[in-house]
């Protein structure tokens, strides 16, 4: 698979629109339109099925099935929908908050055993609550249409804090079935993505005992422990900084040195465009080659949340660039690698400024791959699977 900061389309995009007034949209991991990127109308293969058999397995060894609660929600030609537990989508609809205020659309498991439910073409995320349900609120949008307030569980006075949540995002078309596991707002749930169709494939799969290793790993350190709820979640160091639980200059000084260490020697970055090789002056990270493409010295928030002075636009040129350089901050392997991007996964994280949370997370993965930051797809390390011919897709919650 050809690597996504390669792709014509560069970084990744909201799966879904929820409308200006619904809050707390997370930052979800790109889909489909890095995917279709490459995909001519004249080499396309067959249309994939409308409807996907979807089975949900609870591994989870501390909840039964009475006790997990299943919401597919998204987006499907413009308007926001929901699964019904009879594999039907129904429009999300003002009059679908109840007394409380909110809407209730859990798909309860079977009483034992897997649950089959079958997915129709549309983008969005399958979460997944234990031990209590979730609280999506439906609220009129910018345009006067039913939009969802998501569950943010990095917001301390969101309504979902307190629940045990999580969930794997998803664009399931006609060109086939796209999806991930993400880590890029929090980490609470361990589970996994098996999909079958022209090959079967695996992701997100974690090791024995790797729930209770992030936890651990994070909590030793010092500038991250306070990202860890409890015993329900850790918050992505990119919100904990909004929520004042993380450092905001946290980065600085390994930002100065590259700064400092590219005004006398290049920086090579090579995408599907060709290579680009820059230097910072005036100020500036300043690349030339196919285009020229310059960046301002981005802060530890732009880092984390690859945005801001990373902002990566879908031109071709500056947002692949700028995808590598997100991944190199967070990776911490531009000074090391001056030709970039590194594919070797054991120099990453290896400074003691690094994003240590995308480190844990990667770590407790059979594969090495994980959803840690939004650009954590360059040289495929994402925990991200495609099949233009799926026939099946398995959600399991692994054992804590």
């Known amino acids: 698979m050809t690597p996504?900061?390669?792709r014509s389309l560069g970084r990744r995009k909201v799966l879904f629109a929820l409308g200006g007034a619904a809050v707390a949209v997370p930052a979800a991991a790109a889909l489909a339109p890095h995917a279709l990127a490459e995909t001519s109308p004249d080499s396309r293969p067959p249309a994939a099925a409308s409807s996907l058999p979807l089975t949900v397995v609870n591994n989870s060894g501390s909840f039964g099935n009475a006790n997990v609660h299943l919401y597919v929600v998204g987006n499907q030609g413009g308007r926001q929908v929901r699964l019904t537990p009879d594999g039907t989508l129904a429009p999300v609809s003002l009059s679908d908050n109840g007394a409380d205020g909110f809407t209730d659309y859990a798909i309860g498991l079977a009483g034992s055993g897997e649950t089959r439910l079958s997915l129709p073409h549309m983008s969005g995320r399958i979460y997944v609550a234990l031990g209590q349900k979730l609280k999506f609120k439906a609220?009129?949008?910018?345009?006067?249409?039913?939009?969802?307030?998501?569950?943010?569980g990095w917001v301390s006075s969101d309504p979902n804090y307190g629940v045990l949540h999580d969930c794997a995002e998803f664009t399931h078309n006609s060109a086939g079935m796209f999806c991930n596991t993400t880590m890029v707002d929090m980490f609470s749930v361990p589970m996994n993505i098996r999909l079958t169709g022209s090959k079967e494939q695996s992701t997100g799969v974690f090791r024995n005992g790797g729930r209770s290793a992030v936890f651990a790993a994070l909590r030793q350190e010092e500038a991250f422990s306070r990202l860890v709820v409890d015993d329900t979640?850790?918050?992505?160091?990119?919100?904990?900084?909004?929520?004042?639980?993380?450092?905001?200059?946290?980065l600085a000084p390994y930002i100065d040195e590259v700064w400092s260490t590219y005004t006398g020697r290049d920086l090579r970055i090579t995408t599907n465009a060709g290579t680009f090789t820059g230097r910072v002056r005036g100020g500036r990270f300043t690349f030339d080659g196919p285009a020229q493409v310059s960046f301002g010295r981005p802060s530890t928030?732009?880092?984390l949340f690859c945005d801001g002075a990373l902002a990566a636009p879908n031109d071709g040129t500056t947002g692949p660039v700028a995808a590598v350089l997100g991944a190199g901050f967070n990776r911490s392997t531009l000074l090391s690698h001056p030709d970039q991007p590194t594919t070797d996964a054991s120099a990453f994280y290896r400074t003691e400024l690094t994003n240590h949370y995308s480190r844990a997370v990667h770590t407790a993965t059979e594969d090495g791959r994980a959803y840690g930051f939004a650009f954590d797809d360059v040289a495929d390390f994402a925990s991200y699977i495609q099949d233009t011919a799926p026939t099946g897709v398995r959600l399991t919650l692994s054992p804590f």
């Open 139 to 152: 609220v009129a949008d910018g345009n006067g249409d039913a939009a969802l307030q998501y569950p943010a």
């Open 301 to 303: 928030r732009d880092v």
């Open 4 to 6: 996504r900061h390669q």
């Open 233 to 250: 979640r850790i918050i992505a160091p990119g919100h904990g900084l909004d929520a004042g639980l993380f450092d905001e200059d946290y």
